[in-house]
């Protein structure tokens, strides 16, 4: 069972340039949320969506654009990559909202040049 | 909206001795409050979680206490070994009406060393 696939691991960008960073859970959880984890400032929330076809902003969505077509798919764009976008990106996704387990991939780490 | 304070930021301890981490919260609707282990180069796992209608939990030598009167949440690690060594995050949600969003707000973490 492979849980959460973060897809690329690692990724270095000029500015300006644009990426979509992918996550696919094979666990058929309806609830997926996008964070960003930066030194000494744990992991904020991006955006978030609670199911197929539905997205919403978190703490820090501007930059960002994200997509859910398809249940156990939650893409996250950057359209024009800025240095301040240098982050990891971690993907979770949880069965259901509050009290449920979220389940981590292992980060995608961004670099923007 | 919620704020979570993480203390300490980093924390050294002999193999064999207790690790404790504290945090808190300053909204009190929330009402889960999850602790996550991140090993480097790896995302965050679930290590335990409590909710607020319980005022402790164990798990092997893993524990968690809350106080939701003062609101702050602490976690406690018996016997420490070189393998728990990591970086450990707290959060808390709460289900913000009935949206039931699951977000987190994670404190800033905290690392631990266990000497051996």
């Known amino acids: 069972n492979a849980g959460v696939t973060q897809t690329p691991k690692f990724r270095v960008l000029k500015t300006g340039q644009s990426m979509t960073l992918l996550c696919a859970q094979d666990?058929?959880?309806?609830?997926m949320y996008w964070y960003r984890q930066d030194p000494g400032m744990g992991l904020r929330l991006i955006h978030y969506?609670?199911?197929?076809?539905?997205?919403a902003k978190g703490e820090v969505p501007d930059g960002y654009n994200v997509s859910r077509l398809k249940k156990q798919n939650f893409l996250l764009g950057l359209e024009s990559a800025a240095p301040s976008q240098t982050s990891v990106y971690f993907c979770?996704?949880?069965?259901?909202?509050?009290?449920?387990?979220?389940?981590f991939g292992d980060g995608t780490r961004l670099s923007i040049l | 909206g919620e704020n979570v304070e993480q203390h300490p930021s980093t924390l050294s301890v002999q193999e064999g001795d207790s690790a404790v981490i504290k945090c808190t919260y300053s909204?009190?609707?929330?009402?889960?409050f999850p602790w996550y282990k991140q090993e480097l180069g790896k995302g965050p796992q679930l290590i335990i979680d409590?909710?607020?209608?319980?005022g402790e939990k164990k798990d092997q030598r893993i524990a968690v206490t809350l106080n939701k009167t003062a609101k702050h949440f602490s976690l406690h690690i018996t016997e420490t070994q070189p393998e728990d060594s990591a970086v450990y995050f707290c959060?808390?949600?709460?289900?913000?009406?009935?949206?039931?969003?699951?977000?987190?707000?994670f404190g800033q973490g905290t690392t631990l060393q266990v000497k051996p």
């Open positions: 979770a996704s949880s069965y259901y909202g509050v009290g449920q387990p979220q389940h």
């Open positions: 666990m058929n959880h309806e609830y």
């Open positions: 969506s609670v199911g197929e076809g539905t997205t």
């Open positions: 909204d009190s609707a929330s009402n889960y």
């Open positions: 409590i909710r607020s209608n319980v």
């Open positions: 959060a808390a949600s709460n289900p913000e009406g009935s949206s039931n969003t699951g977000k987190l707000i």
